[in-house]
C-alpha cells in the first residue's frame, strides 16, 4: 500500500516539476504563471488589461489571416447553398422590393415627425453616423456569441455603440481597441436588451439563448397573456445602452400543455453577417439643424438605389401630368362647343315661343271678327267689356260667353 | 520521408507541424460552428495537446502550449490564462499517465482522454461561473466533451499516420 502511494507521488512529482529534454520551462511554474494571470485579470489588474490590449490587436489580425482558407471553404459552402435556392430567394426579394416601396414613402414622412417632436421634447436632435465595419473574426464559441469588427477608438467606436445588419439591431460593442472592436451579439447568454413588444406595446427584456434566437426573460406587468405569435420586437431605449425603435426580431410561442414559451426569432441571420453598421451618436444643437439635415451617412447610400426608382416614377408622373393637361384642353373645347350649341337651342326655343304667340294672337283676331260684337261694351249691350281690357279678350276666346 | 529529411527546411516545418497546427486552430477556432449543427462543437487544442504531449513531447513546448491558450482567450473572450491554465492541466495528467503507464493501449489512453477533459472542462465552467460570473449552459459543455472524446479516435489515426512518417 505504502509502495503504491510511493508511486504515486513520485509520478506527480515528476509530471510537475521534471523538465523534459527540451522544456525550458517546468510544468508547475507555467502553471503559476497562468493561475496568477488568471486572478490578476479578476481583479483588473492594469498590466494584465494593457498586455491584453496589445495582444487583442495582432491577435484578431492574425486571427483574420489564418481563418481566409476557411473562411473560403464556408463561403463556398454557402454560395453552393445560395445557388441552389436562387430563383426561389429572387421571387421573395421582389416581392419584398415591392413592399419596401411602398413602405419607404410612409417612412420618410415617420422620419421627418419623429425629428419635429424630438426637438420639441429635447432642444436638440441626435445626429446619427453610421459607419461600414467589415467582421475580421466571426467565430462565436458555442459559449460566446461574438464578432471582431474592423473598426475601433480611432473611428469613435465607444463601449456600448449600437451594431446593426441593414436597419436591424444585432448587439453592442463590449472591448474597443485602436482599430478593432468586440461587438456581443443579442444571441448571447449574457445579453440582455430591453424592449417594447409591439403593437401591445408591452416592456420586457430580452437575452440570448447561446443559440441563434433569444427569449424573453422578463415582462413588466402581467401581460404574457396578451401577446400572440408575431408580435414585432424592438428595443425601447430604457437604460440609454440601445437606441429606442429599433427593430429585433419577432415574437415566436410554443405551447406545451402547461406552457407557453416565448422566443425571439431574430430579423437578423448572425451566421450570415459578413458587414455591419457601426453607428456613431453625437448630440447637435437645434441651431445646427440643419447641418444635420445636410449630413450623409451610409444609409443614404442605399436610399439612393430607391431614389433612382422615385425619379423613374417621377418621370412617369410627369407624362401624366402632360397627357393631363390635353384631356384639359380637349374638355375645355367640347364646353365651348357645349355652351354655343345651348345658346342656339335657346335662340331656337324662343322662336317657337314666338311662333306660338303668334298662332294665339290669330286664332283671337279671327274669333274677335265673329264673336267681337257679342263682348264689345255697346247702348244695347251693357254686360259687353272695352275693347283692349282682358276681359274682353277672355269674352272673345269664350266665344262671346260672358261669365 | 527520405527526400524530405534532405530537404532540412521542409522537414523542420513538417517536424513542427503539431505545434503550428495549434496555433493555427486556437487562431482559427474552427469547430464547423456554421454548418449549425444543434449543439455540435468540439475542442480541437484538446486532442492535439493530449496526443502529442502523451506521445511526443520532442516537439511539443510548455511554453508554447501556454502561449496557445493565452491566444485562445482573446480569440474566444475568455478571461486571460483560462485556456493556458486548462491546456496546462492537460500537458500535466499526460505526464503523469505517461509516467505511471508500463504498457500503452490506444483504449486505455482514449478513456483517460474522457476523463481528463471531463475534469478540464468542470474545472473551465466552474472557475467561469465562479469568479467571473459568466452565464453558460452546461449542456454545450457536455455536448463538447462528448464529441471532443468521439474525434479523438479519428484524429489520432491521422496523428499516427503522422509520426510514422516522421519516424520513418
Known amino acids: ?403 | 520521408m527520405n527526400a524530405l529529411k534532405t530537404n532540412n527546411y521542409f522537414f523542420k516545418i513538417y517536424s513542427f507541424l503539431p505545434i503550428i497546427l495549434l496555433f493555427v486552430s486556437v487562431l482559427n477556432e474552427f469547430d464547423f460552428n456554421y454548418l449549425n449543427l444543434k449543439y455540435f462543437s468540439f475542442n480541437f487544442p484538446f486532442i492535439l495537446i493530449f496526443f502529442f504531449t502523451l506521445k511526443d513531447l520532442k516537439r511539443f513546448d510548455y511554453l508554447l502550449v501556454f502561449f496557445a491558450g493565452l491566444l485562445n482567450d482573446i480569440v474566444v473572450s475568455l478571461p486571460l490564462g483560462i485556456s493556458s491554465f486548462s491546456y496546462l492541466l492537460i500537458c500535466i495528467a499526460t505526464s503523469y499517465f505517461r509516467n505511471i503507464t508500463i504498457r500503452p493501449s490506444g483504449i486505455k489512453d482514449w478513456f483517460y482522454f474522457l476523463f481528463v477533459i471531463s475534469l478540464i472542462n468542470s474545472i473551465n465552467y466552474s472557475i467561469l461561473i465562479l469568479f467571473f460570473s459568466y452565464e453558460l449552459i452546461l449542456m454545450y459543455y457536455l455536448v463538447n466533451t462528448f464529441f471532443t472524446f468521439l474525434f479523438y479516435i479519428i484524429f489520432v489515426s491521422i496523428f499516427k499516420f503522422y509520426l510514422k512518417g516522421l519516424n520513418d
Open chain 1, 1 to 403: 500500500m505504502a509502495t503504491s502511494r510511493d508511486d504515486f507521488i513520485i509520478a506527480i512529482r515528476s509530471a510537475f516539476l521534471k523538465k523534459s529534454t527540451q522544456q525550458k520551462f517546468s510544468l508547475l511554474s507555467l502553471l503559476l504563471i497562468s493561475i496568477s494571470i488568471i486572478v490578476l485579470s479578476n481583479l483588473n489588474f492594469k498590466v494584465i488589461k494593457y498586455v491584453k490590449i496589445g495582444l487583442n490587436e495582432v491577435v484578431y489580425r492574425s486571427s483574420f489571416l489564418v481563418s481566409i482558407p476557411e473562411n473560403f471553404v464556408k463561403n463556398s459552402f454557402f454560395e453552393i447553398k445560395e445557388y441552389s435556392s436562387f430563383f426561389n430567394e429572387y421571387k421573395k426579394n421582389k416581392k419584398e422590393l415591392d413592399q419596401f416601396k411602398s413602405n419607404y414613402v410612409s417612412n420618410e414622412i415617420m422620419q421627418f415627425e419623429n425629428k419635429e417632436l424630438k426637438e420639441l421634447i429635447d432642444d436638440f436632435v441626435s445626429s446619427s453616423n453610421k459607419i461600414l465595419a467589415k467582421i475580421i473574426v466571426d467565430h462565436k464559441s458555442p459559449y460566446l456569441k461574438s464578432i471582431i469588427i474592423n473598426k475601433g477608438s480611432k473611428d469613435n467606436i465607444k463601449i456600448g455603440t449600437n451594431i446593426y445588419d441593414q436597419s436591424y439591431l444585432i448587439g453592442r460593442v463590449i472591448e474597443v481597441n485602436y482599430k478593432t472592436s468586440r461587438v456581443l451579439l443579442l444571441s448571447d447568454l449574457n445579453s440582455n436588451v430591453p424592449v417594447t413588444i409591439a403593437p401591445q406595446n408591452v416592456q420586457a427584456i430580452i437575452t440570448g439563448t447561446g443559440k441563434n434566437d433569444g427569449k424573453i426573460k422578463y415582462i413588466k406587468g402581467d401581460f404574457s397573456s396578451d401577446l400572440s405569435e408575431e408580435n414585432i420586437i424592438y428595443s425601447s431605449g430604457t437604460g440609454g445602452v440601445f437606441k429606442s425603435g429599433i427593430p429585433i426580431g419577432k415574437l415566436k410561442i410554443k405551447k406545451d400543455e402547461s406552457t407557453r414559451n416565448m422566443s425571439v426569432q431574430f430579423y437578423s441571420d448572425f451566421s450570415q453577417l459578413k458587414y455591419v453598421f457601426a453607428e456613431i451618436i453625437s448630440k447637435k444643437d437645434i441651431e445646427d439643424l440643419d447641418q444635420v439635415i445636410n449630413q450623409t451617412n451610409t444609409t443614404d447610400t442605399k436610399l439612393k438605389l430607391l431614389e433612382d426608382e422615385i425619379e423613374i416614377i417621377e418621370d412617369t408622373n410627369l407624362k401624366f401630368l402632360k397627357e393631363n393637361e390635353t384631356l384639359k384642353f380637349e374638355i375645355n373645347n367640347l364646353n365651348t362647343q357645349i355652351s354655343s350649341l345651348k345658346d342656339q337651342v335657346f335662340l331656337q326655343k324662343k322662336e317657337i315661343d314666338k311662333f306660338n304667340f303668334d298662332e294665339k294672337e290669330l286664332e283671337f283676331l279671327r274669333l274677335n271678327l265673329i264673336y267681337g260684337h257679342k263682348c264689345r261694351k255697346t247702348f244695347l249691350n251693357s254686360s259687353g267689356f272695352k275693347i283692349n281690357t282682358l276681359e274682353y279678350r277672355e269674352c272673345v276666346l269664350n266665344k262671346g260667353i260672358i261669365n
